[in-house]
């Protein structure tokens, strides 16, 4: 909130402070789009927000700043947001749309829905079941999940919870023999696709974390080891690390890692291979040519450079260049239905989500999991039969426009 907001809500609070209008206070807040209230069932929500405002109550202010945070000023964070209005929804009349299609298929397997659980690090810190909660939300909801290298919950019991394969993503560290055993490890538990993050290379400024964990007076030490200032000491007690030995790593992607690291990865790993972090079409069409299986376009949710480039921008440009040769998603600042069916329209064959879904963990388990999911569902469905658009596929560029082109 900036200066002058913040002024304003001061002023609308005082008025309706009078007993006069009291009522019309409620009333206002009722309506949600400036509601400060908390929720207190997940079927009370009425847009991701909700849990946001819930989560923030909620967490501790360290594991709050642990999810919020994106680095230096925020610049990729805002931009992640405010990119979406730079797309304007341009929609068609008159098609029966009683029946919507919103299913996509993905490497062979059909998803009722286009939205995809993202990895998210350490979701016990969020709720005590984490990604367990997750995962019994993406099956009760039918939902791709993917999940984190530094997840507090290991692949096979999520996997177990999920009742269907899962996608894992890779921070291969610099240290090949541990690739090795996280890469075995997702391998034997069945998951079809890995996921290698590329975009943390150079390391992130995480200003907003920083400023939090002083703010937070818990005693920490049962969960996190007094060497975390190392990268052994983040990854120590994370059960895909388990039984590896993880005293040489130094940082979580490898500062030498180039495009002939792909070339390795493939010897060890004979499934679909994805590449997430993707932000221009030249590295696209770099990743096409040195076989990946699909992209996703990412800035890691404005955690990794303060480019203040928005993820839904450098979408058009990726989808423009690959032009259908490989599946491509993409995540970053998606919040509603209108987002997703923006990027559907730039090209993007399905859509990841991060924090929205954390703020529904954290707020009700997998019950504000499954809200979430259910809200972002609906609202795009909705999208969808406005815009007279009855399946993905018919989702075409034609459907939005650059407000920056007209
Ligand atoms: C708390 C947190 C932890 C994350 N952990 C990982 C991770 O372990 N691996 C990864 O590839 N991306 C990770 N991400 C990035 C997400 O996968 C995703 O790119 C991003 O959250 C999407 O943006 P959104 O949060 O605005 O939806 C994390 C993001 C957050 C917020």
């Not at 990729?76 to 029966?96: D, E, Q």
């Amino acid at each position: 909130m900036n200066g002058n907001q913040r002024t304003r809500r001061r002023v609308i609070h005082a008025m309706l402070a009078t007993p006069v209008l009291a009522g019309l206070g409620t009333a206002m807040r009722a309506y949600g789009q400036d509601s400060d209230e908390l929720i207190t069932a997940a079927d009370k929500a009425l847009d991701v927000f909700d849990f946001e405002r819930l989560a923030r109550a909620k967490l501790p202010p360290a594991h709050f700043g642990y999810l919020a945070t994106g680095v230096d000023g925020d610049a990729t964070l805002k931009a992640n947001a405010a990119g979406f209005s730079n797309y304007s929804l341009r929609v068609r009349r008159m098609v029966g749309v009683r029946n919507i299609d919103m299913s996509v298929n993905l490497f062979g397997t059909t998803w009722d829905s286009p939205i995809v659980i993202d990895p998210v690090g350490s979701q016990r810190a969020f709720h005590p079941d984490g990604e367990l909660a997750t995962a019994r939300a993406a099956k009760s909801r039918k939902h791709l999940q993917i999940l984190s290298t530094v997840s507090s919950t290991g692949v096979e019991d999520v996997t177990a919870a999920r009742g269907a394969p899962i996608w894992y993503q890779l921070y291969p560290t610099d240290q090949w023999s541990v690739t090795h055993g996280l890469v075995r490890r997702a391998e034997a538990a069945g998951c079809p696709v890995l996921v290698l993050t590329v975009d943390l290379q150079g390391g992130s400024n995480r200003v907003t974390l920083a400023r939090a964990i002083p703010r937070d007076s818990r005693d920490c030490t049962s969960c996190h080891t007094s060497s975390r200032t190392r990268l052994s000491g983040f990854i120590t007690g994370k059960p895909m690390f388990d039984g590896i030995d993880i005293s040489a790593v130094t940082d979580l992607t490898g500062l030498d890692m180039n495009w002939d690291y792909l070339k390795r990865l493939r010897e060890i790993w004979p499934r679909k291979l994805v590449i997430k972090g993707i932000v221009t079409r030249e590295d696209a069409e770099l990743a096409v040519g040195h076989g990946v299986d699909g992209l996703i376009v990412s800035n890691h949710g404005g955690r990794a450079e303060d480019s203040g480039r928005a993820a839904i921008d450098s979408l058009a440009e990726v989808a423009a260049g690959i032009r259908g040769r490989v599946p491509v998603l993409v995540d970053g600042g998606f919040r509603r239905g209108t987002d997703i069916f923006k990027a559907l329209a730039l090209g993007a064959n399905a859509v990841g989500i991060g924090r929205p879904y954390i703020w529904g963990l954290a707020s009700f388990g997998q019950e504000g999991v499954e809200k979430v999911l259910d809200i972002l569902r609906t609202e795009l469905q909705t999208a969808m039969r406005q815009a007279g658009t009855r399946s993905i596929a018919e989702i075409k560029p034609s459907f939005v426009v650059d407000n920056r082109r007209g």
